[in-house]
């Protein structure tokens, strides 16, 4: 199904092009906290979100668009820092209509990166900007997530790499 086919996918953070978003002429990210840029529980930022983070800075504007709570989210944002937007409701279009006024760029410059479909992947597809979608860090995750797993598996194979 289209709106649940992401873009691009990708099994790390790490192994995103960023050639390839420069030839998509994306100028802006927008980022997922859990499971994306760190496990989900992880109360801060880890080494390796940091040089994630600040290795895209050079290249691109960044703003955090989560689902979780004010705290987490800030505290995350603060480090870097970037802009951030919590309590997202994604895949509802308000939370990246923030980020975009935030961000200063419209959504064909702006790639959503994240780890769910009905949330990251399908967000980003309703307000026409590139999705990408990467492999959850951690695969020890709550019920209802799980439940959400069973069905990202129906509407979307990830392609062997
Ligand atoms: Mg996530």
């Not at 979780?68 to 994604?90: H, L, M, Q, T």
């Not at 307000?127 to 598996?153: A, D, H, Q, T």
Request: with cysteine; hydrophobic share 40%; glycine share 4%.
């Amino acid at each position: 199904m289209k709106r649940f086919t992401p873009d691009f996918y990708y099994e790390t953070l790490e192994k995103i092009s960023v050639s390839m978003l420069k030839q998509k002429q994306i100028k802006g990210l927008i980022l997922d906290i859990d499971n994306t840029l760190v496990p989900p529980h992880t109360p801060i930022c880890d080494a390796r979100a940091k040089q994630f983070v600040e290795n895209m800075q050079k290249d691109f504007k960044v703003c955090i668009v989560s689902n979780n709570i004010y705290e987490r989210a800030r505290r995350f944002a603060v480090s870097f820092p970037v802009d951030f937007v919590c309590d997202g409701n994604k895949p509802a279009k308000k939370p990246f209509r923030l980020a975009l006024a935030k961000l200063q760029l419209e959504p064909q410059q702006v790639a959503v990166i994240g780890d769910q479909i009905f949330t990251d992947v399908w967000g980003a597809k309703r307000m026409g900007m590139l999705s990408v979608l990467v492999e959850p860090i951690c695969s020890e995750e709550g019920k209802f997530i799980k439940l959400k797993r069973i069905f990202e598996k129906m509407v979307y194979n990830k392609p062997k790499q």
